[in-house]
């Protein structure tokens, strides 16, 4: 391998990106029948529509909700009583974590009652979001600079798709479909170092915050966008992958999973990483004064 792979210039582009949003929304469960939450540390559930506290809930132990009738009903121990909303919210208490799915989440839980079955959002920070997305995406014993390469590549992907899903209510699932998200419960140490590392580092193309798309392996090949979807993308370009002997797993458009390990295996940077996979692009970071 040599290094004359990235001989073109890594170019990083300070200037602020137009109205980033550092709140993202995503969809835990929608149309369900019932839910199980909870928190590590007591805290409030509170009526979305007046602000007003419908119950306090006690730490670490699990509550049900279920639709009634248009508005919902809480349950501890198979006992229901009626909440007289449709729209509730369950923030993480200071420093703890909120439950759902049996699983930890940080932020709020946004919990709806649509047509009679419950929609649930994990409205939290893009940088909290992102630690629960890299271990979910790749292994977080991997290389640290393909954890890094990831990080910027899942905010550039979730920034560039803000309001995807927003028919939901939310802007992304929490599955592949969008990006897999596995919550507080996923994080590890490394894995929440490349995302604080990289922090709001994305990739741009045109002064725009481009879909870095990446999948397991691409089988030696990644594949032009046309290939994958119909349009060709022009920050995409096909390059062999570097993914060894790891058959071909997801479209192979982007970056290569596999092979952003096995690079940083051989030295490469993050930034290296993702200027061979994506052509064109500059680096940039988004600027926190213009959060909406």
């Given at each position: 391998m ?8 890594i170019?990083?582009m ?7 949003c550092?709140a993202?929304?995503i ?5 369900v ?14 009526d ?5 506290t ?12 279920i639709?009634?009738k248009?508005?919902?009903?809480i349950?501890?121990?198979g ?8 729209y509730v919210?369950?923030k993480a208490?200071?420093n ?16 709806q009652?649509?047509?009679?079955k419950l ?12 630690k629960?997305v ?7 014993s991997?290389?640290l600079e ?7 590549a ?9 309001g995807?899903?927003?028919s939901l209510g939310?802007?992304?699932?929490d599955?592949?479909?969008d ?13 929440n170092e ?13 002064m ?11 089988g030696g090949?990644t ?6 979807w ?5 920050f995409?370009?096909?390059v ?12 192979g458009?982007?970056?290569s999973q596999?092979g952003?390990?096995?690079l ?22 988004v600027?926190?004064n213009?959060?909406n």
């Amino acid at each position: 391998m040599k290094r004359a792979l990235f001989s073109a210039a890594i170019i990083f582009m300070l200037s602020s990106i137009a109205n980033p949003c550092y709140a993202i929304k995503i969809g835990l469960q929608s149309g369900v029948d019932r839910i199980g939450v909870g928190a590590s540390a007591e805290t409030s559930l509170i009526d979305a529509n007046t602000n007003k506290t419908v119950l306090t809930l006690e730490a670490m132990k699990g509550y049900e909700i279920i639709p009634y009738k248009n508005t919902m009903a809480i349950g501890l121990k198979g006992k229901f009583y009626q909440i007289y909303s449709d729209y509730v919210v369950l923030k993480a208490p200071s420093n703890g974590f909120v439950s759902a799915k049996d699983k930890w989440y940080r932020g709020i839980l946004i919990i709806q009652n649509k047509n009679k079955k419950l929609t649930v959002i994990n409205d939290l920070d893009l940088e909290d979001y992102l630690k629960g997305v890299v271990p979910s995406e790749m292994p977080s014993s991997w290389e640290l600079e393909a954890l890094k390469a990831q990080a910027i590549a899942a905010r550039s992907y979730a920034l560039a798709n803000l309001g995807k899903r927003a028919s939901l209510g939310f802007d992304l699932k929490d599955t592949p479909e969008d990006q897999a998200y596995g919550g507080a419960s996923a994080e590890t140490t490394k894995t929440n170092e490349a995302v604080e590392s990289t922090s709001g580092l994305v990739l741009t193309y045109n002064m725009k915050v481009v879909p870095a798309y990446y999948s397991a392996s691409a089988g030696g090949q990644t594949i032009n966008a046309s290939a994958a979807w119909g349009n060709d993308l022009p920050f995409i370009r096909s390059v062999p992958s570097f993914d060894g002997n790891v058959k071909k797993n997801g479209h192979g458009v982007g970056m290569s999973q596999h092979g952003a390990n096995n690079l940083a295996k051989e030295g490469y940077n993050a930034y290296q990483i993702l200027s061979y996979f994506f052509q064109n692009i500059k680096f940039a970071k988004v600027n926190e004064n213009s959060v909406n």
